[in-house]
């Protein structure tokens, strides 16, 4: 029995180091792996709080571009409406080319020749519209874009600062498509643009590299963020125009107002009535309309105006270039 029993210890010995040994292994493995599995864990998890994070940041990014689009909005409904109730000082000329009506149709307060210039006769005697579109790129860009590609006309859109990746894309689809793009402002914020002449061109030339960098076309034309005739602007629009114009920029308002600026929303018809009355009673139309998330009822007209004016052989829907006539509410 004895005897027996001192013959098992060494084999119990080497069973128990055999044992002990796996332990010491299964050990290190776990305390290798658990860490990498546990790293690799937090890594993705890390990863995918990251861009939630970042996905959030945009979403805020846009929301506070949206209600800075939004105050704007306020801001040029406010002035688009003192414009449109505003009588000439010196209605020097006539009524061809003045207020049409009250809501939807401005008119220059510019002399008889600036104004008469303005709405010449054009040379094959046929009406020329231009369709403009303000405060883009935004969510109803694309729609405009395809009811503009269905009527086989080119419009003008003088844009904003929206550089969400979308805005980008819809920024290079208009260059695309072959119509117009123009400065309208980076940050469309009136309060610190028209502060200064050094401060406007800073916004000025932010949108223009943004545009330049995007699309590769470096704009030649601008709308003034409420028009050149905004009340608004510490500095001297008149200035303002000549230096832009030295650059080699030229500024185009409107003479018709689509209405759809104002708080108030227009329904589709109101804006389309407005449309085709005052192009009625120009030679040389410039159209106000706004691409904004919220202008439904301005892509439901442009559809309707679109289809009533193709139908006329004496109209020509045109883009606006450096070359085209210049409407301007002011006088240089
Ligand atoms: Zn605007």
Redesign the pocket.
């Known amino acids: 029995m004895a005897k027996q029993e001192i013959e098992r210890l060494p084999e119990n010995r080497r069973k128990r180091i055999k044992r002990l040994k796996k332990i010491i292994v299964g050990t290190v493995i776990a305390a290798i792996v658990i860490p990498v599995m546990l790293c690799i864990f937090l890594g993705i998890r890390l990863h995918i709080v990251k861009k939630d994070l970042n996905n959030s940041k945009a979403q805020v990014e846009e929301m506070q571009m949206e209600l800075e689009r939004y105050s704007?909005e306020v801001e040029?409904s406010v002035l688009v409406e003192n414009q449109n109730n505003m009588q000439p000082a010196t209605q020097t000329f006539d009524g061809e080319g003045s207020i049409i009506n009250s809501s939807t149709t401005l008119t220059s307060t510019g002399n008889e020749n600036a104004n008469s210039s303005q709405d010449a006769e054009t040379a094959d005697g046929k009406k020329r519209v231009y369709l403009t579109f303000?405060?883009g790129p935004s969510d109803n860009t694309e729609e405009i874009l395809d009811i503009l590609k269905k009527y086989d006309v080119q419009a003008t859109f003088f844009v904003v600062g929206n550089t969400s990746e979308h805005g980008q894309e819809l920024l290079k689809r208009i260059v695309e498509d072959g119509h117009s793009i123009g400065i309208?402002s980076y940050s469309?914020k009136y309060s610190s643009i028209y502060d200064s002449e050094e401060a406007f061109f800073e916004d000025f030339n932010k949108l223009s590299d943004y545009i330049y960098d995007t699309t590769g076309v470096r704009p030649q034309i601008c709308r003034l963020?409420g028009g050149s005739s905004n009340t608004v602007s510490k500095i001297s629009m008149v200035e303002l125009v000549r230096s832009l114009n030295e650059k080699n920029i030229e500024c185009f308002d409107w003479n018709i107002s689509g209405g759809d600026a104002s708080g108030q929303k227009l329904s589709a018809s109101a804006i389309t009535d407005n449309v085709l009355k005052g192009i009625d009673r120009f030679q040389t139309a410039v159209v106000l309309l706004h691409d904004g998330a919220d202008k439904d009822s301005t892509v439901e007209a442009l559809d309707m105006i679109l289809k009533e004016l193709t139908e006329n052989d004496e109209i020509i829907i045109d883009k606006i270039t450096e070359n085209t006539p210049v409407i301007l509410h002011i006088s240089l």
């Open positions: 704007s040029d303000d405060d309208h469309h963020p």
